[in-house]
């Protein structure tokens, strides 16, 4: 999990296979 998706990956405990713009989404 070293992307550029961090703790927003770790926190919701989604794939790392997200881009910002759906991370967003999500939170």
């Known amino acids: ?3 550029k ?3 927003a990956t770790a926190a ?3 794939k ?3 881009s910002a713009d759906e991370q ?3 939170v």
Do not use: D, H, R
């Open 5 to 7: 998706t961090t703790t």
């Open 1 to 3: 999990m070293a992307t």
């Open 24 to 26: 967003q989404k999500i």
């Open 12 to 14: 919701s405990g989604k």
């Open 16 to 18: 790392p296979a997200l």
